[in-house]
């Protein structure tokens, strides 16, 4: 079984799609606001990757590495190493897959863009008894999903 | 993050929560000011500047990167679409994945308003279930649609489908359609 709850029969996804994700999260600011913003990353996690948490929740920090490991293999231009230790996974981003898109296309980056991967990262995790911190950003950053 | 892999997905949830938020005319706002006029601007310049061999040079990329059963012909007066296999619409359809009520109005939802600026009306039909045609001409052309020929969606032994149909004629947004 696939460590991703929704599966595709390409093996990894069409980068212009980053374009559409960036455009949204601009609408969502202008529309309804900073709060709105962090609460539909808050609903995205809480909702839409329910079923990632709950294998999170069953498997813990294994099923927490295999997820991550799948999810960048299946993104076009990720360069992230998926580390496990004993009390945590650590996911060096490198090379920001959707960063490095909107950059090369000249889109102009939602400012607040990587705070997304914060927000959904805690709320997918805040279930499974787990939390994510995360350093860096804006193409590259390290985020640590720990028990809590 | 938010990926790019199933972004059919996500993307489909997304306007069920805009629904929520803000009623049918914010989901319409969305389709047409962040897709249309922001993620998608790359495909309103081409067509806007090179009209059909604009659409040739975005529909014959996009569509193969998305991994899509399509065909595509052209004349100097109308550029069609015959896609027999949605990519989007049959990730969704794999994954049982439905939270919006009609998740096919998205692509009238940017594809129309896109098109109405750029002088161009849609002839359009889909069955909900991953297959649909597509015949763009200039406003001022007043030709009928085509009857079905070679490489047609229609032609499919199951494009009647279990699910109804929606049909544009000569139109630019995603209400302006006939359910039969």
Known sequence: ???????????VGAADFYLAINATFRFVLK????????????????????????????????????????????EPGAE?????????????VKVCPAIKHLRAHGREIVPCFC??????????AAPAGLTVRVEGGNGSCRQRFTSC | MLGCYDFCGHYEWTFEWFRQQGGEPLVRQYWDEAIHQDSQRHAAALIAAKGIEGMKEYWGHTLADEG?????????????????????????IRNGLHQYHDYCDHCMGWIGPLLKKSGWVVDHEHNHC????????????????????????????????PT???????????????VS
């Open chain 2, 164 to 178: 109804p149909h929606d049909t544009y004629s000569r139109a630019n947004h995603p209400d302006d359609k006939t």
């Open chain 1, 115 to 124: 705070e997304h991967c914060h927000v959904i990262g805690n709320a997918m």
């Open chain 2, 68 to 92: 899509a059963g399509y065909h595509c012909t052209a004349t100097d007066a109308v550029y069609r679409i015959d896609m027999h296999e949605c990519p989007s619409k049959g990730f969704l």
């Open chain 1, 31 to 74: 529309k309804l606001g900073h709060d709105g913003l962090r609460q539909y990353w808050t609903d995205l996690g809480t909702r839409y990757f329910a079923p990632v948490t709950a294998r999170w929740k069953e498997g813990g920090l294994t099923a927490v590495a295999e997820y991550w490991r799948a999810f960048f293999a299946a």
């Open chain 2, 130 to 161: 991953g297959q649909c045609w597509w015949e763009l001409r200039r406003a001022n052309d007043p030709t009928p649609p085509s009857q079905p020929g070679k490489h047609d969606v229609r032609l499919r032994a199951d494009w009647k489908g």
């Open chain 1, 1 to 11: 079984m696939s460590p991703l709850p929704y599966t595709d029969i390409k093996p």
């Open chain 1, 80 to 92: 992230v190493e998926v580390i496990q230790s004993s009390n945590e996974v650590l996911l060096d």
